[in-house]
């Protein structure tokens, strides 16, 4: 189930708000355990049979919790091996169902391992999130960060919480562990809450959807008529299409969190705003690069062991961001591109970059960032060295590009407006009025109507992020 969808909107959502606020705020753990219910089934609408993953997950994460929370004092040893279970159950879990048949493949092609076939596992949906959320428990609560969870249901309502499960943001225990204890539900966060989830759906149906339209017929165009144009808008309307279809989820995660009294963290912050490689990576997916500099950076040792440590941990981290993102080498390549644009930055064009335009070091960013994308749909394309061809190399017009420019100026210039800071600092200064106040109540529902009135109409509604 997604949340762009009309069983969600019209069936599920209205369902569990009932029986979470029929459910009275004393009884926190009553509501606690209907989260953790109603998010099970949530999942089991469309992977009923890896619920017992998330099942196992929990168990081991709550055991292992407890016994470090145990030992953590008087047997450090102790505790340290309950952190060690932890993770190398969690990672094996993952490692089976997301890369077995990926590793097989690549040791196939060793002659005296030809004989290897592929097991043909089902990849579970949003695996690569729960994982890293249910790993951060028993990560902080060893650290010493986050308090002993002794609620298996609290537990488990934290590891399922179906606002945030299948694609992020990545929610570490301790954001949530005061709220899971304690939540306070007001009128303006719920009507912040119903805000934000309304403007996620419009990113996601309205202009997501529409961009990935806009991107196959590129793609199609440059297949049957190469051209410059053609190639770099098809990669253009990709970039946003990602963008607007993984913010807008976020965002609908985090306004469904407000209106059940949680504070998810921000996962974007205006990315093609950004000046620099490392710039873009702090507003892009914030909770993932988040998470792995707490948990692999800087026990790694960060930057504080000389440039050459830096860069070999730089290294590390990236491999194993684009490793995260997919079991296909074009991943790992696209974590290794951004692992050397940073180390090339932390080097030195950091520096020069400061001391130039504000317009040159966004377009260079800019520039690096579509490249990017490139190479991380370059298994998606029939033919990737055909379509890097025609980035570079075949005419810089057609007549199909120019056709499909024309058509798509418009919307490529809302897209642009709609992922910068503009229609928020707009928001801002008109929310205080009065008379914005009822447009706002007005223009909700449309835009709720718009976006039904698109999804009955359309069949095309994926959600890109859901196969992490």
Same mark, same amino acid.
């Given at each position: 189930?997604?949340?762009?969808?009309?069983?969600?909107?019209?069936?599920?959502?209205?369902?569990?708000?009932?029986?979470?606020?029929?459910?009275?705020?004393?009884?926190?753990?009553?509501?606690?355990?209907?989260?953790?219910?109603?998010?099970?089934?949530?999942?089991?609408?469309?992977?009923?049979?890896?619920?017992?993953?998330?099942?196992?997950?929990?168990?081991?994460?709550?055991?292992?919790?407890?016994?470090?929370?145990?030992?953590?004092?008087?047997?450090? *040893? =102790?505790?340290?091996? $309950?952190?060690? /279970?932890? @993770?190398?159950? #969690?990672?094996?879990?993952? !490692?089976?169902?997301?890369?077995?048949?990926?590793?097989?493949?690549?040791?196939?092609?060793?002659?005296?391992?030809?004989?290897?076939?592929?097991?043909?596992?089902?990849?579970?949906?949003?695996?690569?999130?729960?994982?890293?959320?249910?790993?951060?428990?028993?990560?902080?609560?060893?650290?010493?960060?986050?308090?002993?969870?002794?609620?298996v249901a609290t537990f488990g309502s934290y590891v399922t919480m179906f606002p945030q499960l299948i694609a992020g943001p990545i929610v570490r225990y301790r954001d949530v562990d005061n709220e899971l204890r304690q939540r306070f539900h007001t009128i303006e966060n719920a009507a912040r809450g119903v805000r934000r989830?309304?403007?996620?759906?419009? *990113? =996601?149906?309205?202009? $997501?959807?529409? /961009?990935? @339209?806009?991107? #196959?017929?590129?793609?199609? !165009?440059?297949?049957?008529?190469?051209?410059?144009?053609?190639?770099?808008?098809?990669?253009?309307?990709?970039?946003?299409?990602?963008?607007?279809?993984?913010?807008?989820?976020?965002?609908?995660?985090?306004?469904?969190?407000?209106?059940?009294?949680?504070?998810?963290?921000?996962?974007?912050?205006?990315?093609?705003?950004?000046?620099?490689?490392?710039?873009?990576?702090?507003?892009?997916?914030?909770?993932?690069?988040?998470?792995?500099?707490?948990?692999?950076?800087?026990?790694?040792?960060?930057?504080?062991?000389?440039?050459?440590?830096?860069?070999?941990?730089?290294?590390?981290?990236w491999f194993l961001t684009g490793l995260w993102h997919g079991a296909s080498w074009n991943f790992v390549v696209w974590g290794l591109y951004f692992a050397l644009l940073l180390i090339v930055e932390k080097a030195f064009l950091g520096k020069v970059l400061e001391r130039l335009p504000q317009i040159i070091s966004h377009?260079?960013?800019?520039?690096?960032?579509?490249?990017?994308?490139?190479?991380?749909?370059?298994?998606?394309?029939?033919?990737?060295?055909?379509?890097?061809?025609?980035?570079?190399?075949?005419?810089?017009?057609?007549?199909?590009?120019?056709?499909?420019?024309?058509?798509?100026?418009?919307?490529?210039?809302?897209?642009?407006?709609?992922?910068?800071?503009?229609?928020?600092?707009?928001?801002?200064?008109?929310?205080?009025?009065?008379?914005?106040?009822?447009?706002?109540?007005?223009?909700?529902?449309?835009?709720?109507?718009?976006?039904?009135?698109?999804?009955?109409?359309?069949?095309?509604?994926?959600?890109?992020?859901?196969?992490?």
């Amino acid at each position: 189930m997604v949340f762009s969808s009309l069983e969600f909107l019209f069936f599920y959502l209205p369902t569990v708000l009932a029986i979470y606020f029929l459910i009275p705020s004393r009884y926190l753990a009553a509501r606690n355990f209907a989260l953790l219910i109603v998010s099970l089934l949530f999942y089991g609408w469309s992977e009923p049979t890896y619920i017992w993953i998330m099942l196992l997950s929990i168990t081991v994460d709550y055991t292992c919790g407890r016994l470090i929370g145990k030992y953590r004092e008087s047997s450090p *040893k =102790k505790a340290k091996a $309950a952190l060690i /279970a932890s @993770v190398v159950i #969690n990672l094996s879990i993952l !490692g089976f169902f997301k890369y077995a048949d990926f590793i097989i493949k690549n040791l196939s092609h060793i002659p005296a391992l030809s004989h290897l076939k592929p097991i043909g596992i089902a990849l579970p949906v949003g695996i690569s999130f729960y994982t890293f959320q249910t790993m951060s428990y028993t990560l902080d609560v060893y650290l010493g960060k986050a308090r002993v969870q002794k609620n298996v249901a609290t537990f488990g309502s934290y590891v399922t919480m179906f606002p945030q499960l299948i694609a992020g943001p990545i929610v570490r225990y301790r954001d949530v562990d005061n709220e899971l204890r304690q939540r306070f539900h007001t009128i303006e966060n719920a009507a912040r809450g119903v805000r934000r989830f309304v403007c996620g759906l419009a *990113k =996601k149906v309205l202009l $997501a959807n529409t /961009a990935g @339209v806009f991107y #196959n017929s590129f793609v199609q !165009g440059v297949g049957e008529t190469p051209s410059i144009l053609g190639s770099w808008m098809g990669i253009v309307f990709f970039a946003f299409q990602i963008y607007f279809d993984f913010s807008g989820y976020s965002d609908m995660a985090i306004g469904l969190g407000l209106i059940m009294g949680f504070n998810f963290p921000e996962n974007f912050n205006y990315p093609y705003l950004s000046k620099s490689i490392t710039d873009f990576w702090r507003r892009w997916h914030i909770t993932l690069s988040t998470w792995f500099r707490e948990y692999v950076y800087i026990p790694l040792g960060g930057n504080r062991k000389g440039k050459l440590r830096t860069f070999i941990n730089l290294i590390i981290v990236w491999f194993l961001t684009g490793l995260w993102h997919g079991a296909s080498w074009n991943f790992v390549v696209w974590g290794l591109y951004f692992a050397l644009l940073l180390i090339v930055e932390k080097a030195f064009l950091g520096k020069v970059l400061e001391r130039l335009p504000q317009i040159i070091s966004h377009l260079y960013a800019l520039i690096f960032i579509v490249f990017g994308w490139f190479i991380f749909i370059w298994c998606d394309l029939d033919n990737p060295f055909g379509y890097l061809s025609a980035m570079f190399m075949s005419p810089v017009v057609s007549s199909t590009a120019i056709y499909d420019c024309i058509r798509g100026i418009l919307f490529l210039v809302i897209l642009v407006l709609a992922s910068t800071n503009l229609p928020h600092k707009v928001y801002l200064h008109l929310y205080k009025r009065k008379f914005f106040r009822v447009i706002m109540c007005v223009a909700i529902p449309i835009t709720i109507l718009l976006c039904t009135a698109y999804l009955v109409d359309s069949s095309y509604n994926p959600f890109l992020y859901f196969r992490f």
